[in-house]
């Protein structure tokens, strides 16, 4: 069940920070990538395991095969910054409309809970609160 909202009238404590990400996800979905279309932009700065194993940023095409014998080309675009910078850039990349609609939920979600919890607890225990729904979710 989505909680909408809570019934924590006496509290006033708006969760900034997570209005903050949803924005400045929108806002890198829209401008950057081109809503899902800049696929230069999103292959660039999405992480790349093998890019941060050895520290070498890929500009060829990488070429895979399955276990039917099907063959795929992976493109690879230059990123102007060191490849490490791709664990920050690549929170706020998205495959297309679906995927960032539920990343922009996940937040109001968390905005609902982290809100109840900073105005009971604190604020260390919002941020508790927030990364342990993060990592709820994977289960």
Same mark, same amino acid.
């Given at each position: 069940?989505?909680?909408?909202?809570?019934?924590?009238?006496?509290?006033?404590?708006?969760?900034?920070?997570?209005?903050?990400?949803?924005?400045?996800?929108?806002?890198?979905?829209?401008?950057?990538?081109?809503?899902?279309?800049?696929?230069?932009?999103? #292959?660039?700065?999405? $992480?790349?395991?093998?890019?941060?194993?050895? &520290? *070498?940023?890929?500009? +060829?095409? !990488?070429?895979?095969?399955?276990?039917?014998?099907?063959?795929?080309?992976?493109?690879?675009?230059?990123?102007?910054?060191?490849? #490490?910078?791709?664990? $920050?850039?690549?929170?706020?990349?998205?495959? &297309? *409309?679906?995927?960032? +609609?539920? !990343?922009?939920?996940?937040?109001?979600?968390?905005?609902?809970?982290?809100?109840?919890?900073?105005?009971?607890?604190?604020?260390?225990?919002?941020?508790?609160?927030?990364?342990?729904?993060?990592?709820?979710?994977?289960?």
């Amino acid at each position: 069940m989505f909680p909408i909202g809570d019934d924590n009238s006496d509290r006033t404590i708006t969760p900034y920070v997570n209005y903050a990400i949803i924005g400045l996800n929108i806002l890198v979905f829209v401008l950057l990538q081109g809503l899902g279309g800049n696929d230069a932009f999103t #292959y660039a700065f999405s $992480l790349v395991p093998r890019e941060i194993s050895t &520290g *070498i940023d890929l500009t +060829s095409p !990488t070429v895979i095969e399955d276990a039917f014998g099907h063959h795929g080309v992976i493109p690879q675009f230059a990123t102007p910054l060191p490849v #490490y910078f791709n664990f $920050l850039s690549s929170m706020f990349m998205h495959g &297309g *409309i679906a995927h960032i +609609s539920a !990343t922009c939920c996940s937040f109001g979600y968390l905005a609902t809970i982290s809100k109840t919890c900073s105005g009971t607890l604190g604020i260390s225990s919002s941020i508790f609160c927030a990364d342990s729904q993060l990592r709820w979710r994977k289960y």
